[in-house]
């Protein structure tokens, strides 16, 4: 392993460089705080150090604070772990020291990192570095000043977005904002850095401290006017989370009594924050996310990603169309196949106009390559990548065929048994079926070995998840080849077992079958939506089957049915909205009201039709509705989720349980800060979520019946996410 250090070098100029190592993002590690105060020390007290210059080992100035030391605060409460790095180095040794300093950028400076750079006297940067405080996405704040010095160097209006979304911009817009004293070429950047400090020492550039700049922040004014609108747009997109208010009360505290008093309160609410349970979950998705990418016996044997340079996409349909345009957007050239040429047309055509969309959601294409975040030709190449084809010619020499036809077992055999004598013998075949069992698609084929899941999730350039899903013959090679696609593509691939509805879907079929149970139990259909989305989901389930659309439902209820026959619940609701003309977003008509322009609102004329499925389910305990709190609603649906949950992790169709918990939040937007559905009902406790399932079970049947996973983990008071020694189930699955 390289070693964690910080080194500075003096040149003859007297010029110390002082240089954090701490691959792969220069992480301020506790040692590396500890070294960076010691060599600013010593610079400042040596006789021949002028000026100082800040950088960073590897291309890369600093990812911020070591996000590792969050964890063991979270793992032991205490939070003296944490340096004080806000006064005591920044303050007062970088920014109020003798010798003047100026941070020199490369690659990325995020969080901590920039902040240690705006405690430095000038910034210089290379092209295109990224600049950023993304501290609220990990459910703290900036601790070490930048709630105070960002808003003093770039005007408070931006300051706060930046702290607010947690997104990057790069150094050629911070140069504009005022962030970037100079953009020079990175060949460049020392000694550029290196005369700019020596140039502050000497007085012929300005020695600036940012926590002492007044100029951009405004008057008090219109700093209440920002922070107030701030404060609404917080309350509509971060609800549940206190981050986001807490900043903002820190940044004010700055406003009204100056910096200083501001960076004090941000070290202590920021203490406080870090105990948060809100930290705790989104800091353990971030290491999750990135322990994804680590499959033994995949990823650890020496294998190297062959090159995916050309894939077949049959079927243009909604998936089809979707991944086409996601692999056309990396620059990956698609053979789009359709049966008929107006099949073919509608597909391309998808392509484009997704592709709009695309631009659409990130404020679309125009507007991208007019801020030069996409430029025109890449928007326009992107799309030239895309060939549609009626018959197979173009696959002799493809990489990787995706197969997203409809769901149908003989349809599926068949194209597989024609791809695998017309694709070359390293080609793999995936398949984007979301249901159904790989070893019997690839029945008739002897290529058992490169038949793999690629289970993306509507829509499929949009939905960040790519469910990889292997069989017991796939091999190692396959699943590396596709992880490597599905990153290229800016997806996270999971990589899972074979099974019914595999790790996501088969983990939520009990999300909407709760939910159905509940409502012909009694419970209002509108009061479970309105719980289910305080509790952090988008929306309730009743308010996503009207979008995805009741023939979804009706089709992916058969196969949990037949599949899970113990613990399904057959409601008749959906058959009698079908009849009723119903078909929930797709005609306008479902549990709501939808028009134009307006959010969708209850259509109380669903009522009748919901009293004629209770008469017709009959699960009422004496005919009468039961009543139940508002918390009992949220567990009732997703306390079922959990115990199926733990039977996907029983059989060992996942690597690890926080695999799972990274699925939930970018497959099923599960709220990422309470940290995924597994490390959610770990915080909730097995034991309760056993007794609350025993005893629904007795109340109200099998659907809710602990699994024996959950009951062993309740008793022995083991954590659900602990990992298995043994499964019930044969771990030759993965
Ligand atoms: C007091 C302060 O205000 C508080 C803070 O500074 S909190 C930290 C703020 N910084 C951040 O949020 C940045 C977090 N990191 C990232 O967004 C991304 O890692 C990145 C953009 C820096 C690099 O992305 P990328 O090149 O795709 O590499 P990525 O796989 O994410 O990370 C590489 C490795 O560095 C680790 N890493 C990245 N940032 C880290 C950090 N700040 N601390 C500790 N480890 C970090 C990752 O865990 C990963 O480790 P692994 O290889 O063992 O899995």
């Known amino acids: 392993m390289a070693p964690v250090k910080v080194t500075m070098e003096v040149g003859t100029d007297g010029v110390a460089v002082i240089t954090i190592f701490n691959p792969p993002v220069n992480a301020l590690a506790i040692p590396i705080i500890a070294g960076l105060r010691e060599k600013w020390t010593e610079a400042t007290m040596r006789n021949d150090v002028k000026a100082i210059v800040l950088t960073g080992n590897g291309g890369r100035f600093s990812g911020g604070f070591d996000i590792n030391v969050f964890q063991k605060v979270h793992a032991t409460g205490d939070t003296s772990q944490m340096p004080d790095v806000s006064v005591d180095l920044v303050v007062n040794t970088m920014e109020d020291g003798k010798k003047p300093a100026v941070a020199a950028i490369e690659g990325l400076a995020l969080g901590g990192g920039l902040e240690l750079a705006l405690g430095c006297h000038a910034r210089i940067a290379a092209p295109r570095a990224q600049l950023g405080l993304p501290e609220l996405s990990l459910g703290v704040m900036p601790g070490f000043g930048g709630t105070q010095r960002l808003p003093r160097l770039i005007g408070l ?58 100029d951009k922040i405004g008057s008090l004014s219109e700093a209440h006017e920002i922070l107030k609108v701030a404060r609404e747009q917080v309350k509509q997109t971060a609800k549940n989370m206190p981050q986001h208010m807490a900043c903002i009360e820190v940044i004010e505290e700055g ?32 290491f999750s996310q990135r322990a994804t990418s680590k499959v033994p016996n995949v990823t650890d044997i020496g294998l190297k990603p062959r090159t995916v340079k050309k894939v077949a996409v049959i079927g243009g349909g909604l998936m089809g169309s979707g991944i086409a345009t996601a692999l056309a957007l990396s620059n990956t050239i698609v053979i789009l196949k359709e049966i008929n040429s107006e099949f073919l047309q509608k597909g391309t055509k998808a392509i484009e106009e997704t592709y709009e969309e695309v631009s659409y959601i990130t404020a679309n294409v125009r507007g991208l390559v007019a801020r030069k975040k996409l430029p025109q030709d890449k928007a326009d190449k992107a799309l030239s990548m895309v060939k549609g084809a009626l018959d197979y010619s173009d696959f002799k020499d493809v990489d990787m065929v995706i197969e997203a036809v409809i769901e149908n077992v003989p349809l599926k055999q068949k194209i ?5 004598k017309v694709c070359p013998p390293h080609c793999i075949l995936a398949t984007n079926t979301s249901t159904i069992d790989l070893n019997i698609i690839g029945e008739n084929t002897t290529s058992k070995d490169r038949i793999i899941g690629a289970h993306f999730f509507s829509p499929a350039h949009i939905m960040p998840l790519l469910e990889i899903v292997r069989t017991e013959k796939t091999s190692a090679q396959a699943i590396l080849d596709l992880m490597s696609v599905g990153k290229a593509i800016k997806k996270v691939p999971v990589v899972v077992g074979n099974c019914t509805g595999f790790a996501v879907n088969r983990t939520f079929f009990p999300y909407s079958q709760g939910a159905h149970i509940l409502v ?78 307006s959010k969708p609102r209850p259509d109380f004329t669903v009522l009748p039709i919901i009293e004629e499925s209770r008469r017709l389910a009959n699960i009422m305990p004496g005919g009468k509705p039961i009543s139940v709190t508002d918390q009992e609603i949220v567990e009732m649906i997703l306390f079922p989720v959990v115990n199926e949950a733990c039977r996907v992790l029983d059989e060992g169709i996942l690597v690890r349980a926080s695999d799972l918990d990274v699925t939930s939040v970018l497959g099923m937007s599960f709220p990422s800060y309470r940290g995924g559905i597994v490390f959610w009902a770990d915080t909730v406790g097995a034991g309760h979520i056993y007794r609350s399932l025993k005893k629904w079970s007795e109340l109200y049947g099998n659907f809710f019946k602990p699994s024996r996973f959950l009951e062993e983990r309740a008793t022995k008071g083991i954590p659900l996410s602990a990992p298995s020694s043994t499964s019930s189930v044969s771990r030759s699955r993965m």
């Open 255 to 286: 406003i009204i009594h100056g910096g200083y008093n501001g960076v004090l309160k941000e070290a202590k609410v920021f203490k406080d924050l870090v105990l948060s349970d809100t930290s705790k979950g989104l800091v353990h998705i971030f």
């Open 416 to 420: 597989f048994s024609e791809i695998e």
């Open 520 to 597: 012909n139990l009694g419970v209002d259909v509108f009061r479970i939506d309105t719980q289910i989305a305080s509790f952090g989901l988008p929306m309730g389930p009743f308010q996503l089957q009207d979008l995805t659309g009741y023939g979804v439902a009706v089709a992916v209820g058969k196969e949990f049915c037949s599949a899970f026959s113990d613990r399904t619940f057959k409601s008749p609701l959906i058959d009698l909205l079908i009849k009723s003309g119903r078909n929930g977003k797709n005609n306008g008509k479902g549990y709501y009201i939808y028009e134009k322009g």
């Open 157 to 214: 209006s931006k300051a706060v977005e930046l702290m607010m979304t947690s997104k990057p911009i790069m150094s050629e817009e911070g140069k504009k904002l005022g962030l970037i004293d100079a953009i020079v070429p990175s060949s460049e950047l020392l000694k550029v850095s290196r005369q700019w400090a020596l140039d502050i020492a000497e007085r012929r550039k300005p020695w600036m401290r940012s926590l002492h700049k007044t």
